[in-house]
């Protein structure tokens, strides 16, 4: 029943910029982690944001401080990630993600802990 619904992806040249969006249909987002993962070609998926969207705290990779940032809209149940300053090496596809925030709570890095996820938004990044 629960839907994320991932978007904003595309090719930008390095120091350009993206604004994903992430819409949520069947829950609730103040009680839930949202957060954002990336999976490059031939890497793991890893931890890149994420935003308690009962506190407002939000967590970020150290590669991505000073560059992302996370928010969001409770009353649209939509996350954003505004990407500035992008680099090669931010190429992946990203995730959207959710958790009830009892499972996500001290472990939001962990991709694990979050129950549902977006189908993905190529971000590439050229030098």
């Known amino acids: 029943q629960v839907q994320l619904v991932d978007s904003g992806g595309g090719l930008v040249q390095a120091g350009g910029s993206l604004r994903l969006s992430c819409a949520a249909f069947g829950l609730t987002f103040g009680t839930y982690v949202l957060g954002w993962f990336g999976r490059a070609a031939g890497k793991e998926r890893g931890f890149v944001t994420a935003?308690?969207?009962?506190?407002?705290?939000?967590y970020y990779a150290d590669c991505v401080k000073g560059r992302f940032t996370i928010s969001r809209d409770n009353a649209k149940n939509t996350v954003y990630l505004q990407m500035n300053s992008l680099k090669p090496e931010d190429t992946a596809v990203y995730y959207c993600a959710a958790g009830h925030w009892t499972a996500v709570a001290g472990r939001v890095t962990a991709g694990a802990t979050y129950d549902y996820w977006g189908q993905g938004t190529q971000v590439t990044v050229s030098s």
């Open positions: 935003i308690n969207s009962r506190t407002g705290n939000t």
